[in-house]
């Protein structure tokens, strides 16, 4: 009852006189207080039953580590949920889908891409249906460790199982090719987008120019972020760090001037990184006058 009305202190008080009146405690009772401590946002609480647990040899199940990982998860202390759910599957507890679901969006905020593939192998031994939102998790995972090539397998994957591709599915391909360095792919992504009628956003427009920023492929970056202006996504901060950037590997002074004054006139705020990157625009175009009325302003205004 505690538990359900995540009373988690109250719940824990009783699991202390219990103890105090050497009330033999068994997996059951302490899988109700860690649940209690899960239920109250109480992640530090649920480690701590778990080393009591184990330093008096009761026995963790698949409840125990589940409640535990997840209270770390809703705490946001990734790296601790990982550490569970790696002891659970070293440990070869059985996991539902759900469990499954939420150790690989652990797996994602916590950069552990290798626990990511080690779950999807085990869901497919298990033949357990993986859902999209599991396989975005795992392609995340990869995709923010540069893990590319592991990231395009599982997306291989879910052609095979015809997992319907979203638009967040999309974005987190793009993102993968983004930190793999993989343009080209990442352009391949798009023309698949649009086949499939799937409205662009600007997470999709600003991952995919920046896979090309990233290696060189400036002309393409800038041509994204006309088309994106094109159809009426909105630019956002990170738009206009890429677009900088590609004006200033480009020495496309011009355009970098035109974005300056576009910034000034829409009141969006800007740093040094802005104009520094104008600055450098205007250097590599020969504009030795415009690079220093820059850095002038760049005094007063930053």
């Known amino acids: 009852a505690c538990a359900q009305g995540a009373e988690w202190a ?23 207080a860690v649940n209690a401590c899960e239920k109250g946002g109480q992640w530090a609480q649920a480690v701590r039953l778990l080393i009591h647990m184990v330093s008096d040899r009761v026995e963790l199940d698949a409840l125990t580590y589940s409640a535990a990982a997840n209270a770390c998860a809703k705490g946001g202390v990734w790296g601790k949920a990982v550490e569970l759910f790696a002891e659970m599957a070293a440990d070869r507890v059985e996991m539902d889908a759900i469990t499954y679901t939420v150790a690989m969006g652990a797996c994602e905020k916590g950069s552990a891409w290798a626990l990511a593939l080690v779950l999807v192998v085990e869901m497919a031994s298990a033949r357990m249906e993986m859902q999209t939102i599991t396989y975005i998790a795992a392609v995340s995972a990869c995709g923010k460790n540069a893990q590319w090539a592991k990231a395009f397998r599982i997306l291989e994957d879910m052609s095979l199982a015809r997992v319907k591709f979203d638009v967040i599915m999309h974005n ?22 649009a086949s499939q009628s799937l409205q662009k956003d600007s997470i999709t427009y600003n991952s995919a120019a920046r896979a090309c920023e990233k290696a060189g492929a400036w002309v393409e970056a800038f041509r994204l972020l006309e088309e994106m202006s094109s159809v009426s996504v909105e630019w956002d901060n990170f738009t206009y760090v890429v677009a900088f950037s590609s004006c200033s590997k480009g020495g496309m002074w011009s355009q970098a001037l035109e974005l300056l004054a576009e910034m000034k006139s829409d009141q969006v705020g800007l740093d040094t990184i802005t104009y520094n990157a104008a600055v450098s625009a205007c250097e590599k ?6 690079a220093l009325g820059l850095l002038a302003e760049r005094h007063w205004n930053c």
């Open 10 to 32: 109250k719940a824990l008080a009783l699991f202390g006189q219990m103890a105090s009146c050497r009330v033999e405690l068994d997996t059951i009772t302490y899988n109700a």
């Open 285 to 290: 175009g020969g504009q030795w006058a415009k």
């Open 172 to 193: 987190a391909a793009i993102s993968a090719c983004e930190n793999g360095g993989q343009w080209p792919k990442a352009l391949q992504f798009l023309v698949d987008m």
